[in-house]
């Protein structure tokens, strides 16, 4: 397959609709550090649009983007806008790409690595939208049956989002249940999420991932507001 899926969503303001895709390895590598022609390529052959894409840190800082194309290649971890034609995407290995839609036309894309999550990066992220009804969608990420964790910052992630997050690797080691977090850290800003996150870890042939395979190569997730046609 050459996409892990596309939605096509209603927005409830302004008659738009919200294109959401997925990428497979089949559709390349889009790390940042990669070279710059090729993954210009790949993006122009991936999203229609103008895309920011961001140089991700792991952190908690959100951008708005009020034309697209603005602050590509900038740092940061999340998107905000509400312009037309605008690409935000989020790339990932094994951290959780999130995307969110507002009643009111926002749309938001987010990187949620287990830090980014930890400090508020999710939070910040629907801080940033304003207060209208969101709803979020979950990209593939890592599972807890492929993602052994340390019991020091599993302990962290445990008292900050709960008993649920501590899970067991198909190999019967301590893991992080990257999925539960995510909901835990969105459910703190109101915000219902729908899980479309096939483990990254379990599927060598469609996703990249840098904890079960050591691979260096990402996939990428992106958001899209449009005209309704």
Request: one cysteine or more; glycine letters at 10%; aromatic letters at 6%.
């Amino acid at each position: 397959m050459t996409c892990a899926f596309a939605l096509r969503l209603a927005l409830e303001a302004g008659g738009d609709v919200v294109e959401i895709r997925c990428s497979t390895i089949t559709d390349g590598d889009f790390h940042i550090e990669a070279p710059r022609a090729a993954l210009l390529h790949r993006r122009a052959a991936f999203a229609a649009g103008t895309w920011t894409q961001l140089d991700e840190v792991h952190g908690t800082g959100v951008l708005r983007v009020t034309a697209p194309g603005q602050h590509d290649f900038a740092v940061g971890d999340a998107l905000v806008t509400t312009c037309r034609g605008a690409v935000l995407s989020a790339w990932v290995g094994d951290c959780a790409p999130v995307m969110v839609l507002g009643a009111d036309g926002t749309i938001a894309a987010a990187h949620a690595g287990w830090r980014g999550a930890l400090e508020g990066v999710l939070q910040a992220t629907a801080a940033a939208m304003g207060p209208s009804r969101r709803r979020a969608l979950l990209g593939p990420c890592v599972h807890p049956c492929c993602y052994e964790f340390g019991a020091a910052d599993l302990s962290r992630l445990v008292q900050r989002f709960g008993p649920q997050v501590a899970a067991v690797t198909a190999w019967g080691t301590p893991a992080l249940d990257m999925p539960a977090v995510v909901r835990a850290a969105l459910a703190e800003a109101d915000i219902e999420m729908a899980d479309h996150s096939y483990c990254t870890g379990c599927y060598p042939a469609e996703f990249f991932s840098h904890r079960r395979r050591g691979q260096a190569g990402r996939q990428v997730m992106t958001i899209t507001k449009r005209a309704a046609a």
